[in-house]
């Protein structure tokens, strides 16, 4: 059991996820009589069995979720044997891969099974996956893995050199994917494992001179391949901030000045003082003209403390954010005497989290012959 049950409730032998919080997960094999130590105590094995999965799971310090595994689940929970594929990547070549459940797909390295498991998925459960490993120790762990998780039908496993030795399958893959040092000299073990009638390839490299080399060959006459692509993936996360828009002074002080209310209809009739509240899409524009009879402004709300984030925020300074009816689920600009109080969206200046540079390319060798519109 494991992956592929649709079962609701834990067993003997299954694989279980036990989540303790979104970076503190254990992923356990329920064995009868077996306890595993976890930091809100002891995890009885015995008392997990029957228990539904997803359901919390008292412990003698705390609680944890204990979850079915999922591809995801087992990518940040695995044990690694080498680097391995994330969500993010693995997402990417699963969908420019083509993947669909009946999908013949190559892989080499297996490594730690991290993309394996997401494959498998995918091409169930009709489909195979058909994964290269020279190394002895990982080939045979992953083996075991594979076996333990109930996914032997949909996959095969071989310790070969796919540079020296190839794939084991010819003229048979629907798409082909590398993540190995030397992806360029796998190249034509790759298209020989592909269907003549049109596949797709991936290589997965964290270097920009082996994927140049690969991009190369690739786009040689006569490869067979076309449409190359190179992508990489990085998360880019935006930090949510409020930010201070100085008011440029254009006549303070002169008693002619007016401020006065704009609105999308037009100016509106009472004078704007520093504080008052604006409602959305309203601006304050200065006249030294009355703008219409004034009146009185709209009742001032209670003032209250922004949220600790936005005080701690270094641009917020002494900003506070009078919340009125308009507040609710969207803050509006809110005047202060530095100037408009915004919240919005920053991105970080520099990106860090370089993986690896995705190449994609499409196999289609009855159709592409030595054209150069194919290149
Ligand atoms: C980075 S790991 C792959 C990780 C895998 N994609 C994952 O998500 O877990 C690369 C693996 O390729 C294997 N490898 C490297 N060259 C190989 C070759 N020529 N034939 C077969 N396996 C190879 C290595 O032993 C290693 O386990």
Not at 10 to 20: E, G, R, S
Not at 297 to 318: F, I, L
Request: hydrophobic share 35%.
């Amino acid at each position: 059991m494991g992956f592929d049950t649709s079962r609701s409730n834990v067993a003997y032998n299954d694989l279980v996820i036990v989540f303790m919080g979104h970076d503190s997960m254990l992923p356990v094999t329920v064995k009868q009589g077996e306890i595993t130590q976890t930091k809100f105590g002891a995890l009885k094995h015995n008392e997990l069995v029957g228990h539904e999965f997803g359901a919390k799971f008292n412990c003698t310090k705390g609680w944890v979720y204990i979850l079915q595994p999922t591809p995801e689940l087992w990518t940040t929970t695995l044990p690694h044997r080498t680097q391995i594929l994330y969500a993010p990547d693995i997402a990417m070549i699963t969908f420019q891969l083509e993947l669909k459940p009946g999908s013949v797909v190559c892989e080499s390295g297996t490594g730690s099974g991290s993309l394996s498991h997401a494959i498998i998925r995918t091409v169930a459960p009709t489909g195979h996956l058909h994964t290269v490993e020279f190394n002895q120790d990982r080939y045979e762990k992953a083996g075991v893995e594979f076996e333990n998780h109930g996914l032997s039908k949909n996959v095969t496993i071989y310790h070969r050199d796919v540079i020296n030795d190839g794939f084991p399958v010819e003229n048979a893959a629907d798409a082909v994917f590398l993540d190995i040092p030397r992806p360029d000299e796998a190249l034509p073990q790759a298209a020989k494992a592909l269907k003549s009638s049109g596949g797709r390839i991936c290589s997965f490299s964290p270097c920009i001179e082996q994927t140049q080399r690969f991009c190369a060959l690739l786009r040689r006459p006569g490869s067979g391949f076309r449409d190359v692509e190179t992508i990489e993936i990085v998360r880019k996360s935006h930090n949510v901030k409020r930010v201070n828009i100085p008011v440029a002074d254009i006549g303070l002080g002169n008693p002619e000045v007016k401020q006065h209310v704009l609105s999308d209809k037009g100016p509106l009739n009472y004078a704007y003082e520093t504080g008052d509240d604006l409602a959305i899409g309203h601006v304050i524009v200065r006249t030294n003209q009355e703008a219409g009879k004034p009146c009185k402004p709209p009742k001032r709300q209670k003032v209250e403390n922004v949220d600790s984030q936005e005080s701690n925020s270094e641009a917020s300074g002494n900003v506070q954010q009078k919340k009125g009816p308009e507040d609710k689920g969207y803050t509006a600009p809110s005047a202060t005497k530095f100037g408009y109080s915004f919240r919005t969206c920053i991105a970080p200046k520099e990106i860090y989290g370089h993986t690896g540079y995705l190449t994609f390319a499409s196999y289609c060798p009855e159709v592409c012959l030595d054209l150069d519109w194919c290149q």
